[in-house]
């Protein structure tokens, strides 16, 4: 068959490629590159922190220095260079107390992000918080939110005006010496946002934080801690986007969330740091720790992610359900081509009576991608009548591409009911060819059914994000046919 | 409308399937192929809507004056060629709403009008689906996902209707149809005859051609038209076998 014009137009798309490459010109103030306790010092100085903080990180640092880089998962990548790092960049000048303060280069790049950070032009019905390398620039919509007594602050505020919730519950989901990262983590984690949903409250708006990585050979080290109350509610929604850059880059987040009684966290991720090129050379390193507790009865953390971006993702967005009747789900969609590698899932902690757990996977491999499932559902002894489903399907696209799936299950209760589905299937030459028929383009067609492939993690998604989602897992596939 | 040839075809590194098929179907015909298995009927579709896999070693198809072979498989779909599949593919996860509305107006667009909005299409696909006895119901699930085998063959009669094509091909709609099924989708064949739109229905049966009334039929035999009449040389191939007509030759 004549193929001509369609490989011409794929090698259009692929070399349209990543969207969000380009680098603000912005001075950065940046602490010299390595790691040391003078370095953990300093960040904690710089940002007038108490005495226990800072003894927090040190304790956090010591740890890390006993601790091995993890090797366990499927993912391939030269060693890291620990002291060719900065742990601590920020824009110059003096912190911006308001919004319209903030440097009018800084607000041009959240808005060509898409997330504009004037409330005027804002996405009606959702609070931002941008964090731009080891900083918060601002946050949109607080005035509002307070009014419903919710806080929606900078991490770094929050330990200034909010001191004793941040230390009831900083580390109390992830101690500090959880794992490397996590470690590595808690001793240079330079800002993040804090939420607080006061008790019966449901929030509002939606809230969110936008992470941009824009400095060079920077580490971006946040974290975040959402607390909600009894009976609260509050949908949450993190999106990452960083320039186009030869070198690897370091994302090393925790992400702490605490549900009490019949309170329910919505947390949703659209993750698309720099991928790399064609040939797999640069992208971020994305090793995050994320961590739900259902502490309370009947409370409910349900975790959503669409992860496209990353050279390396290995994340386990996991639930502990300590509260009786409470509820974990996991819903994911991990989408690596080129040279991406994603070793991605979570792990379902039942500890308490009738807790239930959902995991749905949907893992997409294209070009030379590699994606892993990698869960646990662990019952304890006192989990009386826990139940789990989980469900892992993985998609081919192309014959050079990998899925593997590893799921690890450990019951120690006689009455809980486990169930695990796993399907791999390839995107057949009949789907395209039947697609086309009808009048569809390529990638149209590759595009349609990858989101039908999708669809129950896709609906989980808050309404004004899936239309993003789905456009961005469009652009993703572009060029991976052909 | 459309004019084959000397068409020559083989599958990709494999054996030759079409060696020199004649065919030209002039506007508003149905022109039924029949032919004994392996004798090159599905290839000939597949090479007309623009399938992978087959190589056309010699030959011209000429569609309206344009060079058919030389267009990709969703152009030919926008130019107005339609292809209802022996196995309706699955598609799971889209609605058969979706898809058909996503079909329709990539079509639509490529043809110079403006995309359908969700109510007029629903009110469009309504209509269509009445042509070939298709619920409601049918057209919320997921695109042939389920389906019985003659719902799927309702459904491509479906598409048929809702795209509008100029040159419909029909490869076997008839086969694994009982005759209630076989009479629902002939009904929605007829339906959509017309002095601007031409048919080539592809066979093993006479029993389609008892509701699909061809104005000519072919026999395709060893990757050639061997023997071409009118629909009186159905009911002899039914009765003599495929065998009497090389016999003869």
């Known amino acids: 068959m004549e193929k001509t014009p369609d490989n011409a137009f794929v090698e259009s798309v692929v070399r349209k490629g990543y969207e969000h490459g380009f680098v603000t010109n912005v001075e950065s103030d940046a602490f010299p590159q390595g790691i040391s306790e003078d370095v953990v010092r300093a960040i904690s100085a710089r940002k007038a922190e108490p005495e226990w903080l800072l003894d927090w990180r040190l304790k956090a640092f010591r740890t890390w220095q006993k601790m091995a880089e993890p090797a366990w998962a499927k993912v391939g990548y030269p060693t890291i260079d620990y002291d060719a790092i900065y742990y601590y960049a920020a824009p110059k000048g003096p912190a911006p107390k308001s919004l319209d303060e903030v440097d009018p280069e800084l607000l041009a790049t959240f808005e060509k992000l898409g997330v504009p950070l004037h409330e005027r032009a804002a996405l009606a019905g959702v609070a931002v918080d941008a964090v731009f390398d080891s900083v918060s620039v601002g946050t949109t919509f607080k005035d509002r939110l307070a009014e419903a007594g919710v806080i929606f602050c900078s991490f770094s505020e929050a330990v200034h005006n909010h001191p004793d919730l941040v230390r009831k519950y900083l580390g109390s989901v992830v101690p500090r010496g959880d794992n490397y990262f996590a470690a590595l983590n808690s001793a240079v984690f330079s800002d993040g946002s804090f ?98 507790k259902c502490a309370g009865a009947r409370s409910k953390i349900s975790w959503t992610q669409v992860e496209t971006g990353s050279s390396i993702t290995w994340k386990y967005p996991s639930c502990v359900l300590i509260g009786d009747d409470s509820v974990g789900e996991f819903y994911s969609i991990a989408l690596t081509r080129n040279y991406q590698q994603a070793d991605t899932g979570t792990k379902m902690v039942h500890i308490g009576k009738r807790t239930r757990s959902t995991i749905i996977s949907k893992g997409i491999s294209a070009g030379h991608g590699q994606n892993t499932y990698r869960g646990l559902v662990e019952i304890h002894a006192g989990a009386d009548g826990a139940r789990n489903y989980s469900e892992c399907d993985s998609l081919l696209i192309g014959s050079q591409c990998g899925a593997h799936t590893f799921p690890y299950i450990t019951c120690g209760n006689d009455s809980a009911q486990i169930e695990h589905e796993a399907t791999t299937s390839k995107i057949s030459e009949d789907q395209l060819f039947y697609c086309r028929q009808r009048g569809l383009s390529e990638e149209d067609a590759v595009s349609l059914i990858v989101t039908g492939f999708c669809k129950e993690v896709l609906r989980e998604l808050p309404m004004e994000f899936a239309v993003e989602a789905n456009k961005l897992l469009a652009v993703s596939l572009e060029g991976t046919v052909g | 409308m459309i004019e084959i040839k000397n068409l020559h075809v083989r599958t990709e590194g494999g054996a030759e399937i079409l060696k020199g098929l004649d065919l030209s179907i002039p506007a508003g015909q149905v022109h039924a192929i029949m032919g004994p298995n392996g004798s090159g009927k599905s290839t000939l579709s597949y090479v007309l809507a623009g399938r992978d896999g087959y190589e056309v070693t010699a030959g011209s198809v000429l569609f309206k004056g344009q060079d058919l072979l030389a267009m990709a498989p969703e152009e030919r779909a926008h130019a107005g060629i339609f292809l209802g599949l022996q196995y309706p593919v699955e598609i799971p996860g889209v609605s058969n709403a979706y898809f058909l509305r996503t079909a329709v107006n ?144």
Not at chain 2, 158 to 173: K, W
């Open chain 2, 106 to 249: 990539a079509v639509r667009v490529a043809r110079g009008l403006p995309a359908l909005d969700a109510v007029a299409f629903m009110a469009e696909m309504r209509r269509a689906a009445k042509v070939v006895e298709l619920s409601t119901e049918m057209l919320k699930r997921d695109v042939n996902v389920g389906f019985s085998g003659g719902e799927k063959k309702r459904n491509e009669i479906l598409q048929l209707g809702l795209l509008d094509p100029e040159f419909a091909i029909l490869d076997e709609t008839d086969s694994g149809l009982d005759i209630d099924a076989l009479s629902v989708v002939a009904r929605g064949i007829n339906a959509h005859r017309g002095p601007g739109r031409s048919f080539l229905v592809i066979t093993h049966y006479q029993r389609l051609l008892d509701h699909v009334r061809p104005d000519v039929v072919h026999v395709l035999q060893g990757g050639r038209i061997v023997k071409t009449g009118g629909p009186e040389l159905a009911l002899e191939l039914e009765a003599r076998g495929y065998g009497w007509v090389t016999e003869g030759a």
């Open chain 1, 195 to 292: 939420v607080f949903i006061p008790e019966g409250t449901r929030c509002p708006m939606e809230l969110s934080t936008y992470f941009r990585i824009n400095a060079k050979n920077s580490g971006q080290f946040e974290r975040t801690l959402i607390i909600a109350e009894r009976g609260s509610h509050v949908s949450y929604l993190e999106g990452c986007t960083a320039p186009q850059r030869d070198e690897n880059q370091l994302h090393a987040a925790v992400v702490e969330l605490v549900a009490h009684e019949d309170a329910e966290i919505k947390y949703s991720t659209v993750q698309n740091w720099y991928p790399g090129d064609e040939q797999g050379k640069g992208g971020i390193y994305n090793f995050v720790t994320k961590r739900g």
